[in-house]
């Protein structure tokens, strides 16, 4: 790990970054605009904390209006701009870049317009994905995708990577629960694509636009989909002694024709390191555990839960325990929500976010356990079982580079892993600068140069995150307007 | 090479071959499936004709995976039944519009089904065929063959193109395979019914019965003399307007479903059960607007705000004769219009723009499809993003040239 091919910043906007914080500041005001060094060091980062950037400056606009001003100036001025939500990228979707201005949302964060006849939620992208379901749970309905990270992630970081979360084997990712947003293009143009209606005129622009990781322009408004929440809803935990027989039960679960709302799996190191953070209740002598969740009335809560308690006893299951209350249930959600956190407690990790398909579960866990044995490494692996969303965290010493390379080294033999047997680099965190190489992998020149040139349709001068997502070296056969294509090794700062 | 008047490449390399030889010489290309739905929107006036209906076969089913793909030509019927061997279904209940506009149903595609985002009535609960859509391989308007998503649910690795193409008419790219999110069948079926409702009245029912948590899969309200046209024996003989929602879960959930739902509306009325055929029946003729069969007369598709598809059509009825199906508890209106020069465009586009949404002629004569716009005016800023994708896909404009819009 540690570095990162990055384009050469350009030294021109570098060295007048005093005159373009003072610029911003005329045209925004003092309080929207940090360059001062302190203020900058708070944004040089996101949660893919390994690597590191000064920004040129920070904004921190609070209208549309303000976000299309300052785009304008960038635009007009050649500058590159990064847009940041909450800075919980585990992707380094938000890295800064030293020639650019972060221009971040999340000072926005009003609610607009709540309109339950039409289930409808509309509001300022720089509110927190849990505080939109806080804001409408009062009424029983919930806003549906729930990536671990809610409480502080924003909704326009959720939107450029289209996050995903638990509960979205019912309910849908990101892209599946917007219906309406209002985006500010690099030159300032204000656009609205769709609305409360469900589905957007013309081509679907919303869909490009949803996992378009801040490239194509800035999303200040969105208008969300906000769901009547069941009336009850209850997890179960199965324990397995092996990994492979768990991945079994969830095939035979989805196979029934039986949709639980969530299914996580967790492996012994996870289980172990989650029940010491957060006293779950997890049992501690199996190789693997499912967490089943399904909802409804009382009633049908015990149905549903028999069911897959009929299910799973064909695997013979060393635990089934089914949640006997609220409080019980709540935490054996914390345990899982919690797990990036507990396991950030012991080591340094970085999280893969593979998928693959469900029938190849067992090699793969078997391969990944391999790949780190091999790089001697340990992992624990957490996931979202129902859609084979994998997220093995890769634990290393970030005071040893060797083990920080060693584990990038491992990351990329297992997402390159889950590309061969049919999945993809990325299921929800998306490809940012930490995947961005490895895209390679999954798509072809064709492929890339295709995507790249929507990015044009949208940012004709590829000033809006511009380093991320694709390979420096796929850019030059893509019609990618001249943008100083050398390249220099940039080394993380320590961190 | 030689551009025959109607073309079936059986592989994608042929198909890209044709693609790449009209774009070298700007040759226009109407694209096609099996051509059930080539009488909806403007006339390409293309010379050649594309049709992907040799490119078949399911080729990967995985039901514990819940996924599919086909060659773009493989039929819907084929699709389906063997999604119903293994108790499976496209959860998206494709709309299948050939009976309304003279096509011949049969031969609709599923790559048809994703090229126009044909959703029916359960889209309301479980999203629109592009939230189904996984992966694509096709052949862009430069003859390029591309991939994009891939065959599991969860994937952000680099941008969305299935979204991005799925609705697009084949005007972006040519599907030469689709692989699809395939959900298991529901247990049972009851569709529960109010007859006699006003419009206002069957919405304001319908959006309510969608804010409760007994996950209904649709819901719709068909106007008094358009209910009397169905085919469902239980409900023409009524000679009432029918609302109806549908409830799709284990029998004993329905059950207790149905006495909550019946507690909470009966000041609307008693109300009816379709039990599981007879609900079938139902929202089959739903998925293909029965009703609206055998007429040459204008049908109009607005997308709304829910509860505003009673205020849309009755703006539009100020202006002359409406009969309504409402679909999605009112966000999705068909409406029949009269014969006129422009199938009453002018006023429905009106009405749309000043309540939001949007509206495309569905059936018309081809001169009217000609000389109206068919899919709604785009924004300025809409359009403008719209023209630069369609030229960054299409640079020669050869893919369905004008079938959306005039001028791209």
Same mark, same amino acid.
């Given at each position: 790990?540690?570095?990162?091919?990055?384009?050469?910043?350009?030294?021109?906007?570098?060295?007048?970054?005093?005159?373009?914080?003072?610029?911003?500041?005329?045209?925004?005001?003092?309080?929207?605009?940090?360059?001062?060094?302190?203020?900058?060091?708070?944004?040089?980062?996101?949660?893919?904390?390994?690597?590191?950037?000064?920004?040129?400056?920070?904004?921190?606009?609070?209208?549309?209006?303000?976000?299309?001003?300052?785009?304008?100036?960038?635009?007009?001025?050649?500058?590159?701009?990064?847009?940041?939500?909450?800075?919980?990228?585990?992707?380094?979707?938000?890295?800064?870049?030293?020639?650019?201005?972060?221009?971040?949302?999340?000072?926005?964060?009003?609610?607009?317009?709540?309109?339950?006849?039409?289930?409808?939620?509309? &509001?300022?992208?720089?509110?927190?994905?849990?505080?939109?379901?806080?804001?409408?749970?009062?009424?029983?309905?919930?806003?549906?995708?729930?990536?671990?990270?809610?409480?502080?992630?924003?909704?326009?970081?959720?939107?450029?990577?289209?996050?995903?979360?638990?509960?979205?084997?019912?309910?849908?990712?990101?892209?599946?629960?917007?219906?309406?947003?209002?985006?500010?293009?690099?030159?300032?143009?204000?656009?609205?694509?769709?609305?409360?209606?469900?589905?957007?005129?013309?081509?679907?622009?919303?869909?490009?636009?949803?996992?378009?990781?801040?490239?194509?322009?800035?999303?200040?408004?969105?208008?969300?989909?906000?769901?009547?929440?069941?009336?009850?809803?209850?997890?179960?935990?199965?324990?397995?002694?092996?990994?492979?027989?768990?991945?079994?039960?969830?095939?035979?679960?989805?196979?029934?024709?039986?949709?639980?709302?969530?299914?996580?799996?967790?492996?012994?190191?996870?289980?172990?390191?989650?029940?010491?953070?957060?006293?779950?209740?997890?049992?501690?002598?199996?190789?693997?555990?499912?967490?089943?969740?399904?909802?409804?009335?009382?009633?049908?809560?015990?149905?549903?839960?028999?069911?897959?308690?009929?299910?799973?006893?064909?695997?013979?299951?060393?635990?089934?325990?089914?949640?006997?209350?609220?409080?019980?249930?709540?935490?054996?959600?914390?345990?899982?929500?919690?797990?990036?956190?507990?396991?950030?407690?012991?080591?340094?990790?970085?999280?893969?976010?593979?998928?693959?398909?469900?029938?190849?579960?067992?090699?793969?866990?078997?391969?990944?356990?391999?790949?780190?044995?091999?790089?001697?490494?340990?992992?624990?692996?957490?996931?979202?079982?129902?859609?084979?969303?994998?997220?093995?965290?890769?634990?290393?010493?970030?005071?040893?580079?060797?083990?920080?390379?060693?584990?990038?080294?491992?990351?990329?033999?297992?997402?390159?892993?889950?590309?061969?047997?049919?999945?993809?680099?990325?299921?929800?965190?998306?490809?940012?600068?930490?995947?961005?190489?490895?895209?390679?992998?999954?798509?072809?020149?064709?492929?890339?140069?295709?995507?790249?040139?929507?990015?044009?349709?949208?940012?004709?001068?590829?000033?809006?995150?511009? !380093?991320?997502?694709?390979?420096?070296?796929?850019?030059?056969?893509?019609?990618?307007?001249?943008?100083?294509?050398?390249?220099?090794?940039?080394?993380?700062?320590?961190? | 090479?030689?551009?025959?008047?109607?073309?079936?490449?059986?592989?994608?390399?042929?198909?890209?071959?044709?693609?790449?030889? !009209?774009?070298?010489?700007?040759?226009?290309?109407?694209?096609?499936?099996?051509?059930?739905?080539?009488?909806?929107?403007?006339?390409?006036?293309?010379?050649?004709?594309?049709?992907?209906?040799?490119?078949?076969?399911?080729?990967?089913?995985?039901?514990?995976?819940? &996924?599919?793909?086909?060659?773009?030509?493989?039929?819907?019927?084929?699709?389906?039944?063997?999604?119903?061997?293994?108790?499976?279904?496209?959860?998206?209940?494709?709309?299948?519009?050939?009976?309304?506009?003279?096509?011949?149903?049969?031969?609709?595609?599923?790559?048809?089904?994703?090229?126009?985002?044909?959703?029916?009535?359960?889209?309301?609960?479980?999203?629109?065929?592009?939230?189904?859509?996984?992966?694509?391989?096709?052949?862009?308007?430069?003859?390029?063959?591309?991939?994009?998503?891939?065959?599991?649910?969860?994937?952000?690795?680099?941008?969305?193109?299935?979204?991005?193409?799925?609705?697009?008419?084949?005007?972006?790219?040519?599907?030469?395979?689709?692989?699809?999110?395939?959900?298991?069948?529901?247990?049972?079926?009851?569709?529960?019914?109010?007859?006699?409702?006003?419009?206002?009245? !069957?919405?304001? &029912?319908?959006?309510?019965?969608?804010?409760?948590?007994?996950?209904?899969?649709?819901?719709?309200?068909?106007?008094?003399?358009?209910?009397?046209?169905?085919?469902?024996?239980?409900?023409?003989?009524?000679?009432?307007?029918?609302? !109806?929602?549908?409830?799709?879960?284990?029998?004993?959930?329905?059950?207790?479903?149905?006495?909550?739902?019946?507690?909470?509306?009966?000041?609307?009325?008693?109300?009816?059960?379709?039990?599981?055929?007879?609900?079938?029946?139902?929202?089959?003729?739903?998925?293909?607007?029965?009703?609206?069969?055998?007429?040459?007369?204008?049908?109009?598709?607005?997308?709304?705000?829910?509860?505003?598809?009673?205020?849309?059509?009755?703006?539009?009825?100020?202006?002359?004769?409406?009969?309504?199906?409402?679909?999605?508890?009112?966000?999705?209106?068909?409406?029949?219009?009269?014969?006129?020069?422009?199938?009453?465009?002018?006023?429905?586009?009106?009405?749309?723009?000043?309540?939001?949404?949007?509206?495309?002629?569905?059936?018309?004569?081809?001169?009217?499809?000609?000389?109206?716009?068919?899919?709604?005016?785009?924004?300025?800023?809409?359009?403008?993003?719209?023209?630069?994708?369609?030229?960054?896909?299409?640079?020669?404009?050869?893919?369905?040239?004008?079938?959306?819009?005039?001028?791209?």
């Amino acid at each position: 790990m540690s570095s990162i091919l990055l384009p050469d910043a350009d030294v021109d906007i570098v060295a007048r970054r005093v005159d373009i914080v003072k610029e911003l500041q005329a045209l925004l005001g003092r309080d929207r605009v940090i360059g001062d060094e302190d203020g900058r060091r708070a944004y040089e980062t996101d949660a893919l904390t390994a690597y590191r950037c000064m920004p040129l400056a920070v904004v921190l606009p609070q209208s549309t209006e303000e976000v299309a001003k300052a785009l304008k100036y960038c635009h007009a001025n050649g500058i590159k701009v990064v847009a940041r939500g909450a800075g919980t990228s585990l992707a380094g979707g938000a890295l800064p870049a030293e020639d650019a201005v972060v221009i971040t949302v999340s000072k926005m964060k009003r609610v607009l317009d709540l309109d339950y006849p039409n289930r409808i939620a509309r &509001v300022e992208t720089g509110i927190t994905n849990l505080a939109i379901t806080g804001t409408v749970a009062k009424d029983g309905f919930f806003y549906a995708p729930d990536p671990s990270s809610q409480l502080a992630c924003t909704l326009a970081g959720n939107i450029g990577m289209n996050s995903g979360g638990a509960h979205c084997l019912k309910y849908g990712v990101t892209t599946n629960n917007v219906l309406g947003l209002r985006i500010v293009l690099m030159d300032g143009e204000i656009v609205d694509i769709g609305g409360a209606h469900l589905d957007s005129g013309g081509y679907d622009l919303l869909g490009l636009i949803v996992g378009s990781e801040g490239q194509f322009g800035i999303v200040t408004e969105a208008t969300v989909r906000i769901i009547k929440a069941a009336e009850g809803a209850r997890p179960m935990m199965l324990g397995f002694q092996s990994s492979e027989v768990a991945g079994q039960c969830v095939s035979a679960i989805i196979g029934a024709g039986l949709i639980p709302v969530a299914i996580e799996f967790m492996d012994r190191p996870a289980i172990q390191i989650c029940e010491a953070f957060a006293k779950a209740g997890y049992p501690l002598d199996v190789e693997a555990l499912l967490i089943v969740e399904v909802e409804g009335s009382d009633t049908e809560i015990d149905d549903q839960l028999s069911d897959i308690t009929e299910i799973a006893k064909q695997f013979n299951p060393s635990v089934i325990k089914v949640s006997d209350s609220p409080e019980m249930s709540a935490k054996i959600w914390k345990g899982r929500k919690s797990a990036f956190g507990a396991v950030g407690r012991i080591a340094d990790y970085i999280c893969m976010d593979g998928t693959i398909p469900l029938g190849r579960l067992p090699e793969v866990l078997v391969a990944i356990t391999e790949i780190c044995q091999r790089h001697q490494l340990k992992v624990a692996n957490i996931f979202h079982a129902g859609d084979g969303n994998l997220h093995p965290l890769i634990l290393f010493d970030a005071n040893d580079p060797a083990s920080a390379e060693r584990a990038e080294l491992a990351g990329n033999e297992i997402l390159t892993l889950c590309v061969k047997v049919g999945g993809c680099l990325t299921g929800e965190h998306g490809v940012g600068i930490e995947k961005r190489d490895l895209m390679h992998v999954q798509f072809n020149a064709t492929d890339l140069a295709l995507q790249m040139r929507i990015k044009t349709v949208f940012d004709p001068d590829w000033l809006l995150n511009p !380093a991320k997502v694709f390979p420096l070296d796929a850019r030059l056969m893509a019609e990618i307007p001249e943008r100083r294509e050398r390249t220099v090794r940039t080394v993380r700062s320590a961190a | 090479m030689q551009l025959a008047a109607e073309m079936r490449p059986d592989t994608e390399a042929a198909l890209a071959e044709i693609i790449a030889s !009209a774009a070298a010489s700007k040759t226009s290309l109407e694209i096609a499936g099996g051509g059930s739905k080539r009488a909806i929107g403007r006339p390409t006036n293309a010379a050649h004709l594309v049709s992907t209906r040799s490119l078949r076969g399911i080729t990967l089913y995985q039901p514990n995976e819940m &996924v599919m793909s086909a060659r773009a030509g493989t039929l819907l019927s084929e699709v389906q039944s063997v999604l119903a061997r293994g108790n499976q279904m496209l959860a998206f209940e494709p709309l299948e519009l050939a009976g309304v506009v003279g096509g011949d149903a049969r031969q609709a595609t599923i790559g048809s089904i994703f090229a126009t985002n044909a959703s029916g009535p359960r889209r309301l609960a479980v999203g629109a065929a592009r939230d189904h859509l996984m992966g694509i391989r096709g052949v862009n308007g430069r003859g390029e063959v591309f991939k994009n998503g891939g065959r599991v649910m969860k994937n952000v690795t680099g941008y969305d193109l299935c979204k991005g193409l799925a609705g697009s008419w084949g005007t972006l790219a040519v599907f030469s395979e689709v692989t699809f999110k395939v959900m298991p069948k529901p247990p049972a079926s009851t569709t529960l019914v109010l007859l006699g409702l006003s419009d206002e009245i !069957a919405i304001e &029912v319908l959006c309510s019965v969608m804010g409760t948590p007994y996950e209904i899969t649709g819901a719709v309200h068909i106007q008094q003399h358009l209910a009397v046209t169905l085919d469902h024996m239980g409900l023409r003989g009524q000679g009432k307007s029918v609302t !109806a929602f549908r409830l799709e879960a284990p029998p004993k959930s329905i059950a207790y479903r149905r006495d909550k739902l019946t507690a909470a509306l009966k000041v609307y009325g008693q109300l009816q059960d379709l039990e599981q055929k007879s609900s079938e029946a139902f929202w089959d003729e739903m998925t293909r607007l029965s009703v609206f069969e055998g007429s040459d007369h204008p049908l109009w598709r607005l997308s709304t705000a829910p509860g505003k598809g009673p205020t849309v059509v009755a703006a539009i009825g100020r202006y002359m004769p409406v009969s309504a199906v409402y679909d999605w508890s009112g966000g999705l209106v068909w409406i029949d219009l009269p014969v006129t020069t422009d199938a009453g465009a002018a006023d429905v586009r009106r009405v749309i723009a000043s309540h939001g949404g949007h509206a495309t002629l569905i059936r018309a004569s081809a001169s009217t499809r000609a000389s109206t716009d068919v899919f709604q005016t785009l924004e300025p800023g809409v359009q403008n993003l719209s023209r630069k994708l369609k030229a960054t896909f299409d640079p020669a404009n050869i893919l369905n040239p004008g079938r959306m819009y005039v001028a791209f």
